[in-house]
């Protein structure tokens, strides 16, 4: 495997209206393996979204270094949102293809695509309705859709599925997991759900605060598909939680 993200002595500094410097990340290091399944877990407010906007290009002031794998930019990525952030004044279609416009039109190829992640997602049937016709789970579906799209390389998630029902979160788990098995992409997740990480990672880096740093990484090594009742989860749930309340 190669690395087709290396962040190297990463840091971001935030002011405050006062002018007054918070570190809100420092020294992160971090290699993400190509193809592998990346979950950046830690509490609320330690920087974990911070960093992923930093490590998709959605934020590009930053200290420290960070480099692509050779031929990969950030046209090669793609970001699904704890809000689901859909344009409420476009059809699930439109959402769902909103990578692809080129002159505000969807091309047959285009419509193509989108009618079969639809499908594949759930959403056969749906496609003219409107955001606020669906439930967050359905939202949340159109939001991995449009992520999907584009064909990326590397799929950057931030609690994706937080805001949605324990059943809703677990059948999404579910499905994503599918998804990066036949997409063969990289994918890059923040949680704060320890059972989440330690279903879907292939990795898991510990995000302490104040400042943002990561403390380990650990591997996680559980045979797939996992069950969430068995010993060996259960260790892994308990390791993990020993170094986020450290
Ligand atoms: P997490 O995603 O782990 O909850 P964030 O990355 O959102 O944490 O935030 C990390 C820290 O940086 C928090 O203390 C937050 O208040 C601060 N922060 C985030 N964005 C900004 C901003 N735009 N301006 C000032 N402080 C910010
Ligand atoms: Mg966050």
Same mark, same amino acid.
Not at 207 to 215: C, N
């Given at each position: 495997?190669?690395?087709? $993200?290396?962040?190297?002595? $990463?840091? *971001?500094?935030?002011?405050?209206?006062?002018?007054?410097?918070?570190?809100?990340?420092?020294?992160?290091?971090?290699?993400?393996?190509?193809?592998?399944?990346? +979950? =950046?877990?830690?509490?609320?407010?330690?920087?974990?979204?911070?960093?992923?906007?930093?490590?998709?290009? =959605?934020?590009?002031?930053? $200290?420290?270094?960070?480099?692509?794998?050779?031929?990969?930019?950030?046209?090669?990525?793609?970001?699904?949102?704890?809000?689901?952030?859909?344009?409420? #004044?476009?059809?699930?279609?439109?959402?769902?293809?909103?990578?692809?416009?080129?002159?505000?039109?969807?091309?047959?190829?285009?419509?193509?695509?989108?009618?079969? %992640?639809?499908?594949?997602?759930?959403?056969?049937?749906?496609?003219?309705?409107? &955001?606020?016709?669906?439930?967050?789970?359905?939202?949340?579906? +159109?939001? $991995? /859709?449009?992520?999907?799209?584009?064909?990326? *390389?590397?799929?950057?998630?931030?609690?994706?599925?937080?805001?949605?029902?324990?059943?809703?979160?677990?059948?999404?788990?579910?499905?994503? %997991?599918?998804? #990066?098995?036949?997409?063969?992409?990289?994918?890059?997740?923040?949680?704060?759900?320890i059972?989440? /990480?330690v279903?879907?990672?292939?990795?898991i880096?510990v995000?302490?605060?104040?400042?943002?740093?990561?403390?380990a990484?650990l591997?996680?090594?559980?045979?797939?598909?996992?069950? &969430?009742?068995?010993?060996?989860?259960f260790a892994m749930v308990d390791k993990l939680t020993a170094l986020?309340?450290?």
């Open positions: 495997m190669s690395s087709i $993200i290396i962040e190297q002595n $990463i840091g *971001k500094t935030f002011r405050n209206f006062r002018g007054k410097k918070f570190h809100a990340l420092e020294k992160v290091n971090l290699e993400i393996e190509e193809g592998e399944f990346f +979950v =950046l877990l830690g509490p609320s407010g330690c920087g974990k979204s911070t960093l992923l906007r930093i490590m998709s290009g =959605l934020d590009s002031s930053f $200290i420290g270094s960070q480099t692509y794998k050779a031929g990969v930019d950030k046209k090669d990525f793609s970001f699904v949102f704890q809000q689901f952030a859909l344009l409420p #004044w476009l059809t699930v279609e439109e959402n769902a293809g909103l990578g692809l416009f080129a002159d505000h039109t969807l091309t047959a190829e285009d419509k193509k695509t989108v009618s079969g %992640l639809l499908k594949t997602l759930g959403l056969e049937g749906f496609s003219h309705q409107y &955001p606020r016709e669906l439930s967050g789970g359905m939202k949340q579906r +159109v939001g $991995i /859709a449009r992520a999907l799209a584009v064909k990326p *390389k590397v799929m950057f998630l931030d609690e994706p599925f937080s805001a949605l029902d324990s059943f809703t979160a677990t059948a999404l788990r579910k499905e994503l %997991l599918v998804l #990066w098995n036949e997409y063969k992409m990289t994918v890059v997740m923040v949680t704060h759900n059972e989440e /990480a279903q879907l990672a292939d990795r880096a995000m302490t605060s104040r400042p943002g740093t990561i403390d990484i591997q996680n090594t559980l045979p797939r598909p996992r069950d &969430p009742r068995s010993p060996e989860f986020v309340t450290k």
